[in-house]
């Protein structure tokens, strides 16, 4: 039997690491001047401030600071899309919600996973649940979310590793002391079919929430279809003067492992949107089977009027299937048609996850002071498989059943160990003159060992590294801010990914973000805007080494500056609600050793970086139950990846909603795409030809019951 993770720890490091646990121990019993529902309801803290928030923005965060911070005291570009939004915009899809913040471009995630690049890098590891990381590889169900958070630029200072270009950390539904409830019920012309229920109130001598959501639904695509459920209870109750938060949930996901349209002559072919370049049986060959348990204690207290605790647990139960039958090379003649080959392979994963997270909050006059630590352990089993499938015709594909191999080509266990701990200090220096100032310690460890070959050593990898931050803030008034920060994080050489003798003894990729930016917040709450420039540079970026391809070296270099827009409002006495962003991304690899299809990558455009992307949704209540909405959404050209050989075509697109309110029930019928354009979405980001396209033109229809 394996050593315990925590038994691998250096002493030493542990009791460091241990440090707020036992100041707790020693201040169990100090009394409970604060309110400890203050800690926990950081709504209620907003309402009593007299201040509101915009329908579609927000005026504080947690996510930025791991404080509860005003977003005009955050020197960080951060967006929130609150429930409001995601309700307005259908909220199934959360790759879909993330396209409408700007500076985020689309990946495919080889049709099995949510994944973004942010300002032009990869965030495939960066996803969080209530700030605790979430680096499964499935597609995440927003029923239990109660807002999305993104934060821009370098965040290892709080997160660790990863964050090159930002993180995503998504907030979850919270029990509520007050008795409500929603049914909801989804239906839209693809074949979509959806149902939702959410009940909370008092229960028993605390709080109870129970959430969930199960879908049967068709696609747009060939073959397409989505199964999938969601149940999620959680409970808040008091103990030892603080509150202690249960959660859980339990999510299932079934569905076409779809790597969408190739590529011919630099661009998708033409061919209609739902052709599928897969099995003649994709439900059985080419599917991707998701399973992911989750469950969360959260304890809060505050042991002195100045002075909160915040413990978090949480494990993790990760599993997937996946087949797929995919374009491979490049397109050739035979017999004057256009022809690809093709392979069929298969990915297992098996992971779980432990967290520990101990966070001590101090609030003094001109200090608000955080010192935490965060353990982990994570055990990572992966295995791969091939297979075997035809070539096809590009323009006008026949298709047939691919052959599996079931057994395993290549098959790793991997664990990750990480011990850390962080400090932070936002500084008031005087009236005007706001600073924020922290770094973070990681011992991170990753041990690889090869599951089909018994005779291969196991790799092992540990890195040691400092992440600062520094941000200084100058309030003219207490409505605007501006702001000037940096920050660094790091990416170890395999991060979530299995080690290798290619990349077993590359140092951390390292990550530098400097920003500047404007943020205004009017007194009342209903109007907020922001701006920021920035540079983020990433290096020692892993490429091939020119004196022996067989190897890698961390040489390599990627470069994004640019600006971005966010505005949100209420405005016409909260009868016309805003949502609006703009992003200017001037992303390139400025040194490389690695190429494809004989192309150096050294000077190419970052692959799913479009220069210009917007959007802007409005929502205008009409009176007597009524309101209307629009959406406009624009994307420049962008690479499909690195090689720069093929392009995404700019496209913009529109959605139209009529809302109606009466009473208990809530109706909602929206028309997206409503021109019916033609757009692809997304890409792979690494590789040409796995283009997804977006939706046509669809009909929808929700209907809320409240009780």
């Given at each position: 039997m394996s050593a315990s993770p925590l038994s691998r720890l250096a002493p030493a490091r542990l009791a460091l690491a241990l440090l707020p646990l036992c100041l707790f121990s020693l201040t169990a019993h100090a009394d409970d001047a604060a309110d400890a529902g203050d800690q926990v309801h950081e709504l209620d803290q907003i309402q009593v401030r007299g201040v509101a928030a915009p329908k579609f923005g927000a005026q504080r965060s947690s996510s930025a600071t791991k404080t509860d911070t005003a977003l005009i005291e955050v020197p960080q570009a951060v967006t929130v899309l609150p429930r409001a939004l995601i309700d307005a915009q259908g909220g199934r899809s959360l790759n879909e919600m993330l396209s409408l913040v700007p500076g985020v471009g689309l990946n495919n995630g080889d049709?099995?996973?949510?994944?973004?690049?942010?300002?032009?890098?990869?965030?495939?590891?960066?996803?969080?649940?209530?700030?605790?990381?979430?680096?499964?590889?499935?597609?995440?169900?927003?029923?239990?979310?109660?807002?999305?958070?993104?934060?821009?630029?370098?965040?290892?200072?709080?997160?660790?590793?990863?964050?090159?270009?930002?993180?995503?950390?998504?907030?979850?539904?919270?029990?509520?002391?007050?008795?409500?409830?929603k049914l909801r019920l989804y239906a839209d012309s693809e074949g979509g079919r959806r149902g939702e229920f959410d009940v909370t109130g008092p229960l028993g001598i605390g709080a109870g929430r129970l959430v969930g959501a199960v879908e049967d639904s068709d696609t747009f695509r060939d073959q397409g279809f989505i199964e999938r459920w969601l149940i999620a209870p959680s409970?808040?109750?008091?103990?030892?003067?603080?509150?202690?938060?249960?959660?859980?949930?339990?999510?299932?996901?079934?569905?076409?492992?779809?790597?969408?349209?190739?590529?011919?002559?630099?661009?998708?072919?033409?061919?209609?949107?739902?052709?599928?370049?897969?099995?003649?049986?994709?439900?059985?060959?080419?599917?991707?089977?998701?399973?992911?348990?989750?469950?969360?204690?959260?304890?809060?207290?505050?042991?002195?009027?100045?002075?909160?605790?915040?413990?978090?647990?949480?494990?993790?139960?990760y599993t997937?299937?996946?087949?797929?039958?995919?374009?491979?090379?490049?397109?050739?003649?035979?017999?004057?048609?256009?022809?690809?080959?093709?392979?069929?392979?298969?990915?297992?994963?098996?992971?779980?996850?432990?967290?520990?997270?101990?966070?001590?909050?101090?609030?003094?006059?001109?200090?608000?002071?955080?010192?935490?630590?965060?353990?982990?352990?994570?055990?990572?089993?992966?295995?791969?498989?091939?297979?075997?499938?035809?070539?096809?015709?590009?323009?006008?594909?026949?298709?047939?059943?691919?052959?599996?191999?079931?057994?395993?080509?290549?098959?790793?266990?991997?664990?990750?160990?990480?011990?850390?701990?962080?400090?932070?200090?936002?500084?008031?220096?005087?009236?005007q003159w706001k600073a924020v100032i922290g770094a973070r310690y990681d011992d991170y460890r990753q041990q690889t060992r090869d599951r089909v070959n018994a005779a291969a050593p196991a790799l092992d990898r540990s890195d040691r590294e400092w992440s600062p931050r520094l941000g200084l803030i100058w309030m003219p008034t207490p409505q605007q801010s501006l702001y000037a920060s940096w920050g660094e994080s790091f990416q170890?050489?395999?991060?979530?990914?299995?080690?290798?003798?290619?990349?077993?003894?590359?140092?951390?990729?390292?990550?530098?973000?400097?920003?500047?930016?404007?943020?205004?917040?009017?007194?009342?709450?209903?109007?907020?805007?922001?701006?920021?420039?920035?540079?983020?540079?990433?290096?020692?970026?892993?490429?091939?080494?020119?004196?022996?391809?067989?190897?890698?070296?961390?040489v390599g270099t990627q470069r994004t500056r640019g600006a971005e827009v966010g505005l949100s409002a209420s405005l016409l006495d909260q009868r016309l609600d805003l949502y609006a962003g703009y992003a200017y991304l001037d992303g390139e690899i400025t040194k490389s050793n690695n190429a494809a299809s004989g192309v150096s990558f050294q000077g190419r455009t970052s692959p799913l970086t479009p220069r210009h992307s917007a959007s802007a949704y409005a929502e205008y209540a009409l009176g007597r139950g009524f309101s209307v909405g629009a959406l406009a959404q624009h994307v420049a050209m962008q690479y499909a990846a690195p090689t720069n050989l093929s392009v995404l075509p700019a496209f913009t697109r529109f959605d139209f909603n009529l809302r109606y309110q009466a009473g208990p029930w809530d109706w909602r019928l929206r028309l997206e795409n409503a021109f019916d354009k033609r757009y692809f979405a997304s890409a792979h980001g690494s590789v040409d030809g796995f283009n997804a396209p977006g939706a046509p033109r669809t009909l929808s229809l929700t209907m809320d019951y409240r009780f």
């Open positions: 049709g099995q996973r949510d994944q973004v690049a942010i300002r032009g890098f990869s965030a495939l590891a960066d996803q969080y649940l209530d700030g605790v990381r979430d680096d499964a590889m499935y597609f995440r169900d927003l029923a239990n979310t109660e807002r999305i958070e993104v934060l821009k630029g370098t965040a290892a200072m709080l997160f660790g590793r990863g964050s090159s270009g930002g993180l995503v950390n998504r907030v979850s539904k919270q029990p509520l002391d007050t008795a409500q409830g409970y808040r109750f008091e103990l030892g003067g603080g509150q202690l938060l249960l959660q859980a949930s339990a999510q299932r996901d079934e569905r076409v492992t779809d790597f969408g349209i190739p590529s011919l002559f630099g661009r998708p072919v033409d061919v209609p949107i739902d052709t599928y370049y897969g099995s003649a049986d994709a439900r059985h060959d080419d599917y991707s089977r998701a399973r992911i348990n989750i469950f969360n204690a959260t304890y809060s207290k505050a042991l002195t009027p100045q002075l909160d605790l915040r413990v978090t647990l949480r494990g993790t139960d997937l299937d996946r087949r797929n039958t995919l374009i491979t090379g490049n397109p050739f003649l035979r017999n004057g048609r256009w022809m690809s080959a093709r392979r069929h392979a298969g990915n297992t994963r098996d992971q779980q996850a432990w967290f520990a997270q101990t966070d001590l909050v101090y609030e003094g006059e001109r200090h608000r002071l955080l010192i935490g630590n965060e353990l982990s352990y994570e055990r990572k089993d992966q295995a791969s498989y091939g297979g075997i499938a035809t070539p096809i015709d590009l323009l006008n594909p026949v298709l047939d059943r691919p052959t599996f191999n079931p057994r395993a080509e290549a098959a790793a266990r991997s664990r990750l160990r990480n011990a850390a701990l962080y400090v932070q200090d936002q500084i008031t220096l005087n009236a170890p050489s395999a991060e979530s990914l299995p080690l290798s003798t290619v990349n077993v003894d590359l140092s951390p990729e390292t990550t530098s973000n400097r920003e500047v930016g404007y943020k205004f917040a009017r007194a009342d709450g209903l109007l907020s805007f922001d701006v920021a420039v920035f540079e983020t540079e990433r290096e020692h970026i892993k490429t091939t080494d020119p004196v022996d391809p067989r190897k890698q070296i961390g």
